[in-house]
Nanobody, 123 residues
């Protein structure tokens, strides 16, 4: 049984930082491309960032470049999202997701999803 469990969300003031974690089990973690998505109220779930199996290649949506950093530890089967200089528009539920194959920002191509963690940024 595959599980992706996110943690680290919370309430933070603008310009603050949070670090999200996603612990995976039940899958060959190092074989998977990992992504973080987010969904704000009334909006579509959108791709935020992704990382290939080795951690060498990373991808970011323009709105978070320079502020967010994705990383992974294959020994711990965990992917991280360091979020700095947070803005109120970053408020959303953040989901991690896993897919076999190369980079994709298309949410339908991800096979496994976590339950999400709420990030709220106050102004």
């Amino acid at each position: 049984q595959v599980q992706l469990v996110e943690s680290g969300g919370g309430l933070v003031q603008a310009e603050g930082s949070l670090r999200l974690s996603c612990a995976a089990s039940g899958l060959a973690f190092s074989s998977y491309f990992m992504g973080w998505f987010r969904q704000a109220p009334g909006k579509e779930r959108e791709f935020v960032t992704g990382i290939n199996w080795s951690g060498v290649s990373t991808y970011y949506v323009d709105s978070v470049k320079g502020r967010f950093t994705i990383s992974r530890d294959n020994a711990k089967s965990t992917v991280y999202l360091q979020m700095n200089s947070l803005k109120p528009e970053d408020t959303a539920v953040y989901y991690c997701a896993a897919r076999l194959g190369p980079y994709s920002h298309y949410k339908g191509s991800y096979r496994y999803w976590g339950q999400g963690t709420q990030v709220t940024v106050s102004s």
